[in-house]
């Protein structure tokens, strides 16, 4: 599945946000600690982030929304 993002830099916290644009609105609810690994270019900005995302509450995370 496929979708859209985007992206925000906050330097004076040192902090990358990304949001999806297919999503439901907020308030949300959980935030689930992960890992990631962020995939950089020769020279050294940001090109992918891929999520290792483990089971939350025993089961898998669900995508935002579905494909239309």
């Not at 990358?16 to 950089?40: C, F, H, M, N």
């Amino acid at each position: 599945m496929k979708g859209t993002a985007y992206w925000k830099y906050d330097a004076s916290v040192n902090c990358w946000y990304v949001g999806l644009t297919e999503r439901s609105a907020p308030p949300y609810k959980t935030q689930v600690v992960v890992e990631a690994i962020l995939d950089l270019d020769s020279d050294g900005r940001l090109a992918g982030i891929e999520i290792v995302m483990p089971r939350h509450d025993g089961h898998p995370i669900a995508p935002p929304l579905a494909a239309t």
